[in-house]
């Protein structure tokens, strides 16, 4: 299974009626499946099933439809009836703190862990709720979690991560030079990573950029438009002063620090430190040497 | 009196909008007719209680632009009246059913009752506005009524489109002076989410001062020398309260808190799923078993045996919580008060619903608890924020970090694998609404009405609340389709003011259904107030 592209992944969660499997990245894909595969009475407990059922954790409503308006009719007719379903609630109390425990008692409908039938209400005004409309071009979403984590989300085109190997890098600018910090391979069209970085990194100059090495071993950004945003973890006095970082303003940061991925036999042979064979862009995040 | 110390309660009374008029039931409506049933009206009871009754109290209250407009919508209105004649006829099924059993027959005569007394006070007192009542004691100097983002929305992950914080922060003050009568003083960030550069922005709307979870004070830059018991002032000039971590617990923690024992109600047993009879399938939402409200039985113990509930031994035991809590906040403000150059201030914020709906007897707590502050004891003494700052305004300036009140402090409880890939929809909207608005900044007609209903999807997109249910695991489907039916519904008006080609059907279809903010403005996505 792991040898499956995260395509194929995607139509057999499809095939096994895993829920909002499209927005799943490969690993979570691969536990998901895996879970309602081994799936069984005695399985129940499972932790991956509990985790794959609470992600495919269902819905809405069941209702009778009003008389809808002309307009809604029309649109409605094609739309399949309300039909009830089977679910599962799934909830594992242990991973809430108490707070969000009570909190979320707002919004419970069912009692947890408990089984019921649930409709699913449709949506009247003709919205393909299974799909999000395309975002108008690719983009990059970079957001800070919590101290030292960081989510970079891409959405590229369609086959876009397919075409050539694509690399979703982490960067920090200092002394108007640019040191690769950590980088990941980016195997979807759509998807997320969590960086876990040195709360201490100066925040105001950690950049993310997708992009892939030519021939001659030079990094080429593939996300020219996409925009990078760069969140703030600490104190700041202002608001709005560097959160966007234009692609004219990123490649003259990048020309500052020199051409990425050449790194000279005489640095290696003087044994300089992974630190600046990674700011060169020489060394992947797990510390491995690249070719070219 | 001079008290040796203050005491400021905060409650954040906040729900989604959630409006089908496309469906004669719906059964996510309900979470607003249990919150009314359970802590708003309960709350409306005790307080003019007191107020009749001459007890000092001061209460502060965050009634969000949702539940504002939720509490003003004719249709809601009457579906809760409908809830409520549902329950009425219920309970006459349950008296009966009941009428040989001595442990429960008293629980169901109770809530007989409760709500003929609830109807009561919605449909003779509050002619269905229960905003009245709220605005009266605001006007009458009891409650001080602050505002929060239009929809909730999460601003250290919406801020980085500025325009975004101005919609949310326009479209509520817009809200709250329209139904309330006057422009807010504070304000409760969703969450409590702050992010450095927000308070510049409150203060071009006039907000006086806001609320931070413990760490926004402690870890503010320079360290505030009393900790949170003294609010500091932010760069940008609003006051930033602290909340207290010890009065917080004593109520919060399910487990050591006043609600976890055993002589209060259980929250999770209910008719609903208990009893299966045609006077109780009537309330369910075509067949579903859900909650009722008639609920049967006192927490007991950790185990599945559940005692019948006593109102009145949980109204003694009420009683005698405040009184350990007010003897708590005496023994802390004695404390302070010897090391500090003026009175501490204890702020104890949580979420209203916490209070009746999850904690049923939290509303009887209160009434306890002011009315001991009040006659019992000199410590202590009720006091809204803008009163402490009127009366000890000389404040240190300080920093605060990014934070919120979610589990771990920051932003995990809203970004997460389960809910990070709204980002992006949210963002780009943003980014085209407030292209939209400097493109357009005259749009009449149809333009109008579609740029005007494209920013009232956007903002109910922007919810923290579907990306906190998303996490929660409750109603998982329904927090999905909310966001991406917004986001869709977004996009086709948005293609509809730029093209100029108009679905007049669709338009009065979808102004129907997200029918909030009739006094929407399009243009409140840009860098600048609009109130």
Not at chain 1, 278 to 285: D, F, H, I, K
Not at chain 2, 73 to 94: A, N, S
Not at chain 2, 150 to 173: C, D, I, K, N, R
Not at chain 2, 429 to 435: F, G, K, L, V
Request: neutral net charge.
């Amino acid at each position: 299974m792991n040898t499956k592209s995260v395509k194929e992944l995607k139509e057999i969660a499809s095939g096994l009626g895993i829920t909002g499997y499209s927005k799943l990245r490969k690993d979570e894909l691969l536990k998901a499946i895996a879970a309602v595969k081994a799936k069984s009475p005695s399985s129940k407990k499972g932790a991956a099933a509990k985790k794959a059922a609470k992600k495919s954790a269902t819905p809405a409503k069941a209702g009778k439809k009003k008389t809808a308006k002309k307009a809604a009719k029309k649109k409605t007719a094609k739309k399949a009836t309300p039909k009830p379903k089977a679910e599962t609630v799934v909830r594992n109390l242990a991973d809430q703190n108490e707070e969000e425990l009570i909190e979320s008692a707002k919004f419970i409908t069912m009692a947890p862990g408990t089984a019921a039938l649930r409709g699913q209400y449709p949506p009247d005004l003709g919205e393909d709720i299974d799909n999000l409309p395309a975002l108008p071009e690719p983009r990059l979403t970079f957001l800070p979690q919590k101290p030292g984590v960081l989510l970079a989300r891409w959405h590229l085109e369609p086959g876009q991560s397919q075409q050539t190997a694509l690399m979703l890098r982490l960067g920090v600018l200092a002394d108007q030079k640019f040191y690769i910090k950590q980088e990941t391979p980016v195997d979807a069209d759509d998807g997320s990573h969590y960086f876990h970085v040195d709360p201490s990194w100066p925040i105001e100059s950690i950049y993310l950029q997708i992009g892939y090495f030519n021939a001659g071993g030079e990094f080429v950004i593939a996300l020219r438009r996409g925009t990078v945003r760069l969140p703030r973890l600490f104190a700041h006095t202002a608001l709005g002063v560097n959160w966007a970082v234009t692609n004219e303003e990123f490649e003259h940061e990048i020309l500052q620090s020199g051409p990425l991925g050449q790194v000279p036999q005489r640095a290696l042979a003087s044994g300089l430190s992974s630190y600046d064979l990674a700011r060169a862009g020489a060394l992947s995040s797990s510390g491995m040497l690249r070719k070219g | 009196m001079n008290p040796k110390g203050y005491f400021s309660l905060v409650l954040h009374a906040h729900l989604p909008f959630v409006h089908h008029p496309e469906y004669d039931r719906f059964l996510e409506e309900d979470w607003f007719f249990e919150a009314l049933t359970e802590t708003y009206l309960p709350l409306l009871e005790v307080y003019e209680g007191m107020e009749r009754d001459g007890i000092h109290f001061r209460i502060t209250m965050s009634l969000t632009p949702p539940l504002l407009s939720m509490m003003t919508d004719p249709m809601l209105q009457q579906r809760f009246v409908q809830y409520l004649d549902e329950r009425l006829l219920g309970i006459e099924g349950e008296l009966k059913r009941t009428q040989n059993d001595p442990y429960f027959h008293p629980v169901v005569q109770y809530y007989q009752q409760r709500f003929t007394r609830l109807r009561e006070q919605f449909v003779d007192q509050y002619q269905l506005d229960v905003t009245r009542g709220f605005r009266r004691l605001m006007e009458n100097g009891y409650l001080e009524i602050i505002t929060c983002g239009a929809t909730h929305g999460f601003f250290p992950l919406l801020a980085t489109e500025e325009e975004t914080l101005y919609a949310q922060l326009s479209m509520a003050v817009r809200t709250h002076e329209r139904i309330l009568g006057r422009r807010p003083k504070g304000i409760w960030l969703a969450e409590c989410g702050y992010t450095p550069g927000v308070d510049r922005i409150l203060a071009e709307f006039g907000i006086e001062f806001f609320f931070v979870d413990s760490h926004g004070v402690l870890d503010a830059n320079p360290s505030p020398k009393y900790g949170v018991h003294r609010p500091v002032r932010t760069p940008g000039g609003p006051a930033a309260f602290g909340r207290d971590y010890e009065s917080s617990k004593q109520v919060w923690s399910a487990e050591e808190g006043y609600p976890g024992d055993t002589i209060y109600r259980e929250f999770y047993r209910d008719a609903g799923f208990d009893v299966d009879q045609p006077h109780i399938e009537a309330m369910r939402h075509a067949g579903i078993k859900s909650f009722t409200g008639l609920k049967y039985h006192r927490i007991t113990g950790k185990g599945d045996w559940k005692e019948p509930y006593h109102p009145q031994w949980a109204t003694d035991r009420a009683a005698e919580h405040a009184g350990n809590f007010l003897h708590n906040r005496q023994m802390q403000v004695q404390h302070l008060s010897s090391h500090m150059d003026r009175p501490p201030i204890v702020v104890a914020p949580y979420d209203a619903e916490l209070f009746g709906h999850w904690w049923f007897e939290g509303p009887q707590w209160i009434n306890f608890l002011f009315r001991k502050m009040a006659c019992d004891q000199h410590d202590v003494e009720a006091i809204t924020p803008w009163e402490y700052m009127n009366r000890f305004g000389d404040l240190e300036t300080a920093q605060p970090p990014e934070c919120s009140w979610g589990a771990g402090g920051y932003n995990e409880v809203w970004l997460n694998g389960s809910n990070d890939w709204i980002y992006p929809y949210l963002h780009t909207a943003a980014e085209r609404i407030s292209q939209l608005a400097q493109r357009f900044p005259d749009a009449d007609g149809d333009q109008r009405w579609a740029l005007d209903q494209a920013a009232r999807e956007l903002l109910l997109a922007q919810s923290s609340d579907w990306a906190f249910i998303m996490k929660t695991a409750t109603s998982v489907e329904y927090a999905v389709r909310r966001t991406k039916t917004h986001i869709h519904r977004f996009n086709r008006l948005a293609d509809m003011a730029e093209s100029g080609h108009y679905d007049h059907e669709y338009l009065r279809a979808v102004t129907e259904r997200d029918s909030l903010f009739p006094d929407m403005d399009y243009r409140i996505f840009r860098k600048s107030p609009l109130v």
